[in-house]
């Protein structure tokens, strides 16, 4: 069953924080994180493993809450290049590897 | 450069028509996948392959094909039996193992004619 994103859209002024949720209705062994310009590929941004580490990379930080099978994801001081649409793509235990479900994705601008 | 190709950019399907989109990886990674992405939506997996001469069906596989004869190449045909078949089709691979991230090509954009 697909993640839930939330929310779908945010739009932000430069300098400014946001929070993107990803929520599952299973248990969640791992998360991606990525970031799609339009009419581009996805970039990978992190990854989140059960029992791991919040991750960061550059001023974008995440965390993995496993008693609420969510990942939150937090841009902080945001900068125009940070806009793009964001997906979470989960995987619920081991044996499912790299075979992700994707969310539907946030669309975030971020005005000068 | 290591990385993923695909081609064509852009590609045009008449009706009862079958066509292949092309993936081809440089990265020596093992597992590759196919998704398929329409307006404002997320990716939804058709099929991957986690090694050479073999791979399983995604979420939407119905209507699609795939072979995985060489490491480097993982082709997607879509059949005619695909009846809503324009949209943006994006190839990614990555190495095997947990949390190990995917590397995607710039897509394919297929609409029928």
């Known amino acids: 069953q697909q993640p839930v994103q939330s929310p779908q859209a945010v739009i932000l002024r430069e300098g400014e924080d946001a929070v993107i949720n990803c929520s599952s209705s299973?248990?969640?062994?791992?998360v991606h994180w990525y970031r799609q310009k339009h009419g581009e590929a996805p970039v990978f941004l992190m990854i989140?493993?059960?029992?791991?580490e919040q991750m960061r990379h550059e001023k974008i930080s995440a965390s993995f809450n496993e008693k609420k099978q969510q990942s939150s994801l937090y841009l902080t001081a945001s900068q125009l290049s940070y806009s793009g649409t964001y997906f979470c793509g989960t995987a619920p235990d081991k044996a499912a590897g790299n075979k992700l479900t994707f969310g539907g994705g946030t669309r975030v601008l971020v005005k000068p | 450069d290591g990385g993923i190709t695909q081609s064509p950019k852009y590609l045009f399907r008449k009706e009862g028509q079958n066509v292949t989109l092309s993936c081809e990886q440089n990265l020596n990674h093992d597992a590759m996948y196919w998704y398929r992405q329409d307006p404002g939506q997320g990716l939804r997996l058709i099929y991957y392959s986690q090694i050479v001469n073999d791979f399983q069906k995604g979420d939407i596989a119905e209507g699609y094909s795939v072979s995985r004869e060489k490491k480097e190449s993982f082709p997607l045909t879509v059949t005619s039996a695909q009846k809503n078949p324009t949209a943006f089709y994006l190839c990614?691979?990555?190495?095997?193992?947990?949390?190990?991230?995917?590397?995607f090509g710039d897509g394919t954009r297929l609409s029928i004619l």
């Open positions: 989140l493993l059960k029992g791991g």
């Open positions: 990614a691979s990555s190495f095997q193992g947990l949390g190990q991230p995917q590397h």
């Open positions: 299973k248990a969640l062994y791992s």
